[in-house]
């Protein structure tokens, strides 16, 4: 999820009983948006998991260097799936919607802290607040590896702007991104454009991807 304070967050958990959530605020503890991970409890097991600030300091919480007010970081966790054994990484993150500067940085500060981890699958997904011509998808596809779940699918919803201010289907920039790295084959992504009678659940739609981890 993105955006989502504390008490929506447990509202969430609170109507998908069989989800389990990792997320901290990125104000620290509860406070403010979290980018909570959910998972189905009877399948994954959270191994380890972590949560670093998009800043020249990313281990204090809450810092900010780059950005114009708004903090921003990341959350990972590695889990194994319970039947199998496999394990992969999944990280969610949100870039700053202002300073051009501010998500390239970001973006190299990601492939610097969690790019690595190619032992295993490794997802990145988030609201990244830019397009395919910005800086740092290029950061992160060309130079650190990443794929683009959306370039490699049967897609839908190619012309659909995935943030959309309440304003329902438009054209436009495709700025929520669900890459990845690793032996993983992406069967199908798509733009869910959900709505009741004309009430959205959210200023974005939500980006999806069925994928399959190999081996």
């Known amino acids: 999820t993105q955006e989502g304070f504390y008490h929506q967050v447990r509202h969430i958990a609170a109507d998908n009983p069989q989800y389990d959530w990792i997320g901290t605020g990125r104000d ?3 406070r403010s948006e979290f980018m909570a991970i959910y998972y189905k409890r009877d399948r994954f097991e959270p191994l380890e998991y972590d949560h670093f600030w998009l800043s020249d300091t990313p281990n204090i919480v809450g810092s900010i260097t780059w950005q114009r007010g708004n903090r921003r970081m990341l959350t990972w966790a590695r889990f194994r799936e319970m039947e199998t054994g496999r394990e992969f990484v999944f ?3 949100h870039f700053d919607h202002a300073a051009e500067e501010a998500q390239y940085r970001a973006a190299r500060l990601v492939n610097e802290r969690i790019g690595g981890m190619t032992d295993a699958p490794l997802f990145l997904v988030g609201d990244f607040n830019a397009g395919q011509d910005s800086r740092a998808y290029d950061v992160l596809t060309r ?25 329902g289907i438009r054209e436009g920039v495709r700025i929520d991104w669900l890459l990845f790295k690793g032996d993983v084959e992406t ?7 959900y709505a009741v009678d004309g009430r959205y659940p959210s200023d974005h739609f939500p980006v999806t991807a069925t994928v399959t981890l190999n081996g």
């Not at 650190?144 to 309440?166: K, L, P, V, Y």
């Not at 069967?187 to 869910?192: A, C, E, G, K």
């Open 28 to 30: 620290g503890g509860s």
């Open 91 to 93: 990280a969610n993150t």
């Open 143 to 167: 130079h650190g590896g990443f794929r683009d779940t959306w370039e490699e699918a049967n897609r839908r919803g190619d012309a659909i702007s995935s943030f959309h201010n309440w304003k």
């Open 187 to 193: 069967d199908s992504t798509r733009v869910v454009t």
